[in-house]
């Protein structure tokens, strides 16, 4: 009978926990706290059990928080959505284990090996190509941005620590059903001095920015079969209209161009009249850059002087990019290809911005290196992977806040199916773009954040 009733309490505790992780992701962050305690208290119940039984246990664990957060996966294809859950919770489940081992063989130090080991895998974890940065822990704190303007100094990734110590402190401040003065305390201070600190900088007033960039967006609801007809368009639609200076649309907006061949000028026709009646604008645009038997997603900046691009570096797993030993195993071809060598730093010092792609911009540190020093971001964005989820969109747009926060940049997210918005570099969306051509203002800011600082040192 014990046994029924401590199987039933562990059911409840992964009942509630996959429930409140949802709450969280999805509406409010710092309720991922208690979220977490939960999430550590399992995993402490469980050192004491056989290797196995501690495994099970896990990746339970870790299965559930996967497909209660990103449950909106479902919505792609049942299989990708499975291998996502599973290979995620796999991975998930490495860090845990090697805390058991080390827990079990020096029988304490459980805090600082799982606070050790976890932040590493989340660092880690952004350096292969089944890079799934999505769930690290500090990106839950996006939908209440106002609470985090610390990032700017120490990361995303401060943000995961700080709620792991303050998880585990609540943990044990209700340990065995007492209540520990002491401990609570502490879990007051660490809580609430940086909120303080974070709602400080939130309000004290903005400076007064005069370097004012002037965009056009340009995100067509009509779909169009081929790339002369899209420009065609483009050219219709734009050629009376007041643009500014620096017109962008989103990511994919033209399909594949071979950038060696002749028919490149058949496709860029209508794209060089707009400039030769527009001459001092510049277009920014997504396009897979076609070269031999490889495809890139890349960035096109177009002007009458030159055409520059950058290529597309973080990828949604499988679905964008299978790594060589699935595609040899397998006997699978990658659908895009990488390529490291493309005119990013020509571009941020020429027109001062950078360029980003959709999946890149959920990976904290490599956003941060490739920001420093420009002035703005431009988010060219398709979020097709997530299938039109609400869910899915929402999520993302927190996590992209949090890149604004750390950059303290302005962000311009342009996408066709997603949200299209104009975001602070406090995380707060100034403007949000629904016309299919909108006119747009973005602060230019040139200070490089502590935090990019940090970054560009190692």
């Not at 490495?94 to 029988?107: A, S």
């Not at 709602?199 to 004290?204: G, N, S």
């Not at 000028?265 to 997504?286: E, N, S, W």
Request: net charge positive.
């Amino acid at each position: 009978m014990r046994c029924i009733f401590s199987y039933m309490r562990l059911l409840l505790k992964y009942l509630s926990f996959g429930i409140l992780s949802f709450i969280s992701w999805n509406y409010l962050g710092i309720l991922f706290i208690p979220t977490i305690s939960l999430f550590l208290s399992i995993i402490i119940q469980s050192l004491k059990k056989k290797w196995y039984i501690f495994l099970v246990r896990v990746f339970i664990l870790v299965l559930i928080f996967n497909i209660s957060v990103t449950f909106w996966l479902i919505n792609v294809t049942w299989w990708e959505s499975t291998l996502a859950y599973f290979g995620n919770s796999i991975v998930m489940a490495i860090p845990i284990f090697m805390t058991y081992l080390v827990v079990r063989y020096f029988k304490h130090y459980f805090l600082i090996t799982f606070l050790t080991l976890w932040t590493l895998y989340e660092i880690l974890h952004t350096q292969w190509d089944l890079a799934w940065s999505w769930l690290t822990f500090g990106h839950v704190m996006g939908n209440m941005h106002y609470f985090i303007q610390w990032y700017s100094f120490t990361g995303v990734y401060s943000g995961t620590i700080w709620i792991i110590l303050l998880a585990w402190l609540l943990n044990i401040t209700f340990k065995s059903n007492s209540f520990n003065k002491k401990y609570f305390s502490l879990f007051s201070v660490l809580m609430f001095i940086p909120i303080l600190l974070s709602l400080w900088l939130y309000f004290i007033p903005q400076p007064n920015y005069a370097n004012i960039k002037n965009i056009t967006t340009y995100i067509p609801s009509e779909k169009n079969n081929t790339n002369y007809q899209k420009t065609k368009r483009l050219y219709t639609d734009l050629e009376n209209y007041d643009t500014e200076n620096l017109i962008v649309c989103p990511e994919v907006f033209l399909s594949p161009v071979n950038i060696y061949s002749n028919f490149q000028q058949k496709h860029f026709f209508y794209l060089d009249k707009l400039l030769d009646k527009k001459i001092k604008t510049t277009l920014v645009f997504g396009t897979e850059l076609k070269s031999d038997f490889k495809l890139f997603n890349s960035v096109f900046i177009k002007n009458r002087r030159e055409s520059l691009y950058r290529i597309k570096q973080k990828f949604v797993p499988i679905r964008e990019f299978t790594p060589q030993f699935f595609q040899n195993t397998l006997n699978v071809s990658t659908f895009y290809s990488k390529n490291k060598y493309d005119h990013t730093e020509k571009i941020k010092t020429e027109f001062g911005f950078l360029p980003l792609v959709c999946y890149e911009s959920i990976f904290s540190i490599f956003t941060s290196k490739k920001a420093f020093n420009s002035n703005f971001i431009v988010l060219a964005t398709s979020e097709e992977f997530m299938n039109n989820s609400y869910f899915g969109r929402k999520q993302y747009l927190n996590i992209v806040k949090l890149r604004a926060i750390e950059n303290g940049r302005y962000i311009l997210k342009c996408s066709n199916q997603g949200i299209s918005c104009v975001i602070n570099e406090k995380g707060c969306i100034v403007k949000t773009i629904t016309k299919e051509i909108e006119n747009s203002k973005i602060q230019r800011i040139k200070k490089n954040t502590f935090y990019q600082k940090i970054l560009s040192n190692l």
